[in-house]
């Protein structure tokens, strides 16, 4: 599957794009107030760079989801910026940053998220149908092939494995052909060997596609797929 070129940058960003995909500077996020207040990321900068697998560990409470909410735009951080593709994402509207996620990032989660009611297909272009357009059969045939799902597009969520489920998520996520794929606990609700099928998979679409993969994990073996492995403690990055 091709990565798709973004708008096309001014002369100041090309340098940054070439490499860079997502920069986090100086992040902070902060939640509640006054006694209760809970700095869960305490000035982090990091750069994830293209077409490699990162993956993002550390202790419960230490940041690891706060981090790719606020590396996604899902959450606003208090301090800092955040860069995705050349773009930063703080002076962005509501619906701007809500077309950047929508267009440029693709996301899967723990919990496979598929509406039960639709087949693959119907699954995978559900983004896209939600946001107006109607992605070509082609693609959604070649977003199923590249998870390994050819023959099963009409195939509804109950009939498949929990393995091919996730795979249908991937799928979703890469119909848009994001600029990077935040991937949170991707396999946490997996046994270990579809876990395994799923992370080569990870690994395959960065070494053959050029995908870019930021991927929260507690588990070591899991990890053992990405390039570089960030970690966070007490809201700070320790080693990256
Ligand atoms: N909505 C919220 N309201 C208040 N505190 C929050 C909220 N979300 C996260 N926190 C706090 O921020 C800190 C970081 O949480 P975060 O979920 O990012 O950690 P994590 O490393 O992903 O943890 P886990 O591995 O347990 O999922 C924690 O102390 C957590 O309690």
Redesign the pocket.
């Known amino acids: 599957m091709p990565v798709r070129r973004g708008p096309t940058p001014d002369r100041g960003t090309v340098a940054a794009m070439t490499t860079q995909t997502v920069v986090l500077r100086d992040v902070r996020a902060v ?2 107030t006054g006694t209760r207040q ?1 700095t ?1 990321l305490d000035g982090v900068s990091v750069t994830f760079e293209r077409g490699r697998f990162a993956a993002v560990m ?1 202790p ?8 790719l909410h606020c590396a996604a735009g899902l959450d606003r951080p208090a301090g800092g910026t955040v860069t995705i593709d050349g773009t930063r994402l703080d002076g962005l509207s509501e619906d701007a940053l809500t077309r950047l996620r929508r267009d440029r990032i693709g996301f899967v989660f723990q919990a496979f998220n598929l509406v039960s009611a639709l087949t693959a297909e119907q699954n995978v272009a559900l983004p896209m149908r939600l946001a107006g357009r109607r992605p070509p059969a082609t693609e959604v045939t070649a977003a199923l092939d590249a998870v390994g799902l050819t023959g099963r597009a009409g195939h509804r969520p109950s009939e498949l494995s929990g393995g091919e489920q996730q795979r249908v998520a991937l799928a979703r996520a890469l119909i848009s052909r994001p600029a990077v794929v935040f991937a949170d606990e991707p396999t946490g609700a997996l046994d270990s060997v579809t876990s395994k099928q799923v992370l080569q998979l990870l690994r395959a679409l960065v070494d053959e596609h050029g995908l870019t993969v930021v991927m ?1 994990t ?1 588990d070591q073996e899991a990890a053992g797929y990405a390039d570089r492995i960030v970690t ?1 403690a007490d ?1 700070r990055v320790v080693s990256c």
């Open positions: 939640f509640g809970v869960a550390g419960s409470g230490s940041g690891k989801s706060t981090l929260v507690h966070l809201g």
